[in-house]
């Protein structure tokens, strides 16, 4: 089990906090800023997910005319944690 923090870019939520689980499974995940309600639904909706299945429904999303999101950030930082 490893804890994760990180850091975003391009979006009002700062910073991502999650949990990579020994078998893979995303759990824990938290942001910090960003627009509240979504954000705890798209933590619930994800919780027990690997990172290859948040990534695939996540990654891309943009928000407004931003060129990524807090979804798309999310994706990234759970990839990365998955090397």
């Given amino acids: 089990m490893e804890k994760i923090t990180y850091k975003t ?9 999650f949990t990579r ?11 910090d800023g960003g627009c ?3 954000l705890k639904a798209i933590s619930k ?4 997910m690997k990172a ?3 990534a695939a429904k996540l990654k891309g ?4 005319f931003k060129r ?3 979804a798309d950030q999310l994706a ?7 090397r």
């Avoid at 870019?9 to 906090?17: E, L, N, P």
């Avoid at 689980?21 to 942001?31: A, H, K, L």
């Avoid at 999303?61 to 407004?64: E, F, H, K, L, R």
């Fill in 36 to 38: 509240d309600g979504n």
């Fill in 9 to 17: 870019s391009g979006v009002c939520a700062r910073t991502i906090h």
């Fill in 45 to 48: 909706l994800v919780e027990g």
């Fill in 76 to 82: 990234k930082a759970v990839c990365e944690a998955a």
């Fill in 68 to 70: 990524t999101s807090c």
């Fill in 61 to 64: 999303n943009i928000c407004g």
């Fill in 52 to 54: 290859e299945e948040i």
């Fill in 21 to 31: 689980n020994d078998d893979g499974t995303i759990t824990d995940v938290s942001f």
